[in-house]
């Protein structure tokens, strides 16, 4: 959770490409040879330590290893897409418990990433106020959580919300019985329709489901342990984010805003309609960095709650490690695994093609109406000149080509 | 990216691959071995001039004194060094060490665990080599066999017995004579020691102390190496714990905001809690000012009926020592020994021979003795762990749900891994 990363690994162009003459040509001839040299032992270091096993861990979750010996030894059978069978449509405990994974995580991932992401980006902006005193104590208090370790953090949050804990103490203060909430398995929407008086779900959701878990448990609502992890998340990484939303704030010359503020654009517009767009780039680095680091959720599960109560913290990470480590399935905590890798690639990928960077429709109209209104005049001088946009950088195929 | 780029990406990974698999090649000699496990059964035992590593969970410093105190005892006497080292996350540990070929030579096991290991041929089966083996508790000799196979020596047992807090015991007007000894009289003693402030009896969310009620009626898990986890004992028994759940005279420990029945008794928030051996030890740790006393289970409507709980000393098969390794069993499952780790941390002896030392020595604990006639034990076939703890996450929601439903799924889920 705690990657730093700068937006211009979220793979966005850093400018033009300065290496792309070619090696072997001219007064840099052999510079690709020790440049090969030098990234020679990170290369070997990642391979062993991080390709090969990967790759290990694929063949195992097409394979029959019992967990005793090398996985790539002659007793080791090829047994095709067994495993992955068993836990997406084997209608056992295995295929449930990931559906129950899964679910778990993904009402996990529904809360966390936009609120962390909302939260980091309101602190940011806070805190870059160049009016603000003492605005380095602010930045370095919200990091603080980030620092910490997790292990650290999640045993101060089983003291926090423990029965008689700060948190049920100062609820009780307000006239609020708080629940027991590591032990409290219950969904939060289902809870919440309770309130309504409604108690079981219509037959088309109960009787009805995926992964072995039925539609009406899919629509449980993250539990109400589920939920205090939740809290957890948002309490840890904002401070991260926010760190790469300052980065990208400071990025952002003072001009436009200025511009902006002369065509008479108030607070909130300037924040829409200026800063926000600019800072798209940082935005798709915070929210993939944060989807991929709420579906690999582990440690607050390991050390916390073990998946209870009712299996409703489990995760797929944690269900991968407990099937492998201590049920002997080998197979099946790989295949869950790589199951969980094809999950966050196609999420990242969808996120991508959400935000990618194209004109916005009132940019497109307004840069639509200058042509137009350019042509016009061209026409009427009868010039043959070339329509050339002035940011030419960025010609988008989406323009119009009227 | 361009596509210069992504050739000269491809062609890094390319030869990423080639550098990595060379080196992986020559250097890892793991990767080659072959794992020709040993047919389950097979006596011959390895012998060598190797130390001996000894891996176990330990409950805490008295554990792990008592048996490096043992085992070093062991180790002067043969001449054969050994060495004791406390797992931190035990199943990961095994696991791994099996998964590398260089697994501890005796380590603790549990029975859950055993059929897996078995499966894969990690362990080594010795129990017919011990030189004490007709002195252990069949119950735990059946606790550890696997296909007939007597697989590893039971290191020690416990069993669940009604713990009771004896002075709240008294200020409720109750007197030895009122010590439950059928289900409506639990009921009754319950309701009476149920106050605002504390419940008559609690347990822990999970079969393992809600199991108890289901052996009581007839049911179980498993019995006689048949599922009967909907059979109408078990029904029953998780039945008549809803109803009490429901009137507020029995509650979840969890519920009482006690992390378990010991620390339930230990607060005061339950008079009574079912507990295992384990729990003395606990309540003289962090509880020394209260007293208990400790009865049998009240018997259900098909008789007494209680749990045990047992771990044994598994031997690797990849043990290069495996005879040094069963002389260190034999002399750790003594008579001797074990009455000395019970002292130790609490545990009662496996072996029956033990049974009157260890009485005199726990005039009031022989309840948890008198439980071993009767004690089921929860299915050690593999997968059971996951039976056992899919179960377990019904049961906490016992008190609004449905008995036979989570039954139903229990016993399906049975079905499905039954040998």
């Known amino acids: 959770m705690s990657l730093l990363a700068t937006p211009r690994d979220a793979g966005y162009p850093a400018g033009p490409d300065q290496a792309r003459q070619g090696p072997g040509r001219g007064i840099r001839r052999g510079e690709a040879v020790a440049g090969w040299l030098f990234t020679l032992p990170v290369l070997v270091i990642l391979g062993v330590f991080l390709l090969v096993p990967v790759l290990m861990a694929l063949w195992v979750s097409f394979s029959d290893w019992s967990g005793r010996g090398s996985p790539l030894s002659s007793g080791v059978g090829f047994v095709g897409f067994d495993n992955y069978a068993a836990v997406t449509t084997g209608g056992g405990l295995a295929e449930r418990d990931f559906g129950i994974a899964l679910r778990n995580n993904a009402w996990y991932v529904l809360l966390v990433v936009p609120l962390q992401t909302a939260l980091a980006l309101f602190l940011a902006v806070l805190v870059n106020r160049a009016v603000l005193r003492g605005r380095g104590i602010f930045r370095t208090a919200f990091y603080f959580p980030s620092v910490t370790s997790s292990v650290a953090i999640t045993v101060l949050w089983l003291f926090l919300f423990s029965t008689s804990g700060v948190v049920n103490t100062v609820l009780a203060r307000l006239g609020i019985a708080g629940p027991n909430w590591f032990n409290e398995p219950s969904g939060v929407l289902h809870n919440l329709l309770r309130v309504f008086g409604v108690q079981g779900g219509p037959d088309a959701l109960t009787q009805h489901g995926f992964l072995g878990v039925t539609w009406w448990d899919w629509l449980a609502g993250p539990s109400v342990a589920m939920s205090a992890f939740v809290l957890m998340a948002i309490f840890t990484t904002s401070g991260t984010f926010m760190l790469l939303f300052i980065a990208g704030l400071q990025n952002i010359t003072p001009e436009v805003e200025e511009a902006a503020m002369v065509d008479g654009a108030n607070g909130w517009q300037r924040f829409w309609r200026i800063t926000l767009p600019q800072l798209r780039p940082t935005l798709f680095t915070v929210l993939t960095l944060g989807l991929i680091g709420c579906w690999q959720v582990f440690d607050q599960i390991y050390t916390g709650t073990q998946g209870g109560p009712g299996k409703t913290t489990l995760t797929p990470a944690y269900l991968s490690y407990q099937s492998a480590f201590l049920s002997q399935e080998w197979g099946q905590g790989a295949a869950i695994a790589f199951i969980l890798f094809v999950i966050i690639v196609l999420l990242t990928i969808l996120q991508r093609f959400v935000l990618r960077e194209s004109p916005d429709v009132p940019r497109k109209a307004r840069r639509a109406a200058a042509q137009r209104a350019r042509r016009r005049a061209a026409a009427a001088a009868a010039a043959a000149a070339p329509d050339a946009t002035p940011d030419s950088g960025r010609t988008s195929p989406t323009e119009d080509p009227r | 990216m361009t596509r210069p780029i992504s050739r000269r990406l491809a062609g890094a990974g390319a030869f990423l691959v ?18 020709d496990a040993p047919s389950a059964g097979a006596e011959e035992l390895t012998s060598s001039d190797d130390a001996l590593s000894v891996l176990i969970g ?29 797992a931190s996350d035990l199943p990961q540990q095994l696991s791994q060490g099996f998964a590398a070929g260089t697994p501890a030579d005796l380590f603790y096991l549990a029975p859950e665990a055993i059929a897996g290991y078995a499966d894969n041929g990690s362990l080594q089966p010795y129990g017919d080599l011990l030189a004490n083996k007709d002195d252990f508790y069949p119950s735990l000799v059946e606790n550890f066999t696997v296909d007939d196979t007597f697989y ?3 290191k020690d047992f416990s069993t669940l017995g009604l713990v009771i807090n004896t002075q709240l015991w008294e200020d409720a007007g109750l007197t030895d004579a009122d010590i439950p000894t059928t289900w409506d009289e639990l009921a009754d003693v319950a309701k009476t020691l149920t106050t605002d402030d504390q419940v008559g009896l609690s347990f822990g969310a999970e079969y393992q102390r809600v199991g108890t009620f289901m052996a009581q009626a007839g049911g179980g898990l498993v019995v006689d190496g048949e599922p009967v986890a909907n059979s109408e004992g078990s029904v029953e028994g998780l039945t008549y714990v809803q109803s009490h759940l429901e009137d507020g005279t029995f509650a979840y420990a969890a519920d009482l905001g006690a992390g378990w029945g010991g620390e339930a008794l230990g607060k005061e928030l339950a008079a009574m809690v079912i ?13 020394p000012d209260v007293e208990y006393t400790v009865a049998e289970l009240p018997a259900g409507p098909a008789g007494p009926g209680t749990l045990q709980f047992t771990n044994c000393w598994g031997m690797a098969a990849d043990s290069p020592n495996q005879e040094a390794a069963l002389s260190l069993v034999e002399h750790l499952t003594s008579t001797e020994q074990q009455l000395a780790f019970s002292e130790a941390f609490g545990p009662m002896p496996s072996i029956e021979s033990a049974a009157a030392d260890w009485t005199s020595a726990n005039p009031d604990l022989t309840a948890f003795l008198d439980g071993a006639a009767y004690a089921q034990f929860p299915p050690n076939w593999a997968g059971a762990t996951d039976v056992i703890t899919d ?29």
């Open chain 2, 58 to 86: 330990s409950s805490g410093d008295a554990e792990t004194d008592a048996v490096t105190e043992a085992v070093a005892a062991w180790s002067e006497e043969s001449g054969v060094e050994a060495e004791v080292q406390v």
């Open chain 2, 275 to 287: 507990e295992g051996n384990w729990v003395t030890g606990a309540l003289t740790n962090d509880f």
């Open chain 2, 152 to 154: 590893c020596a039971p």
């Open chain 2, 391 to 419: 179960l377990n996450a019904q049961l906490e929601s016992l008190k609004t749900g449905d008995a036979q439903a989570i039954l139903d799924t229990a016993q399906s889920n049975l079905e499905a891994i039954a040998e």
């Open chain 2, 18 to 35: 080639a550098g990595a698999l060379t080196l992986t090649a020559c250097g890892g000699s793991g990767f080659e071995d072959t794992a």
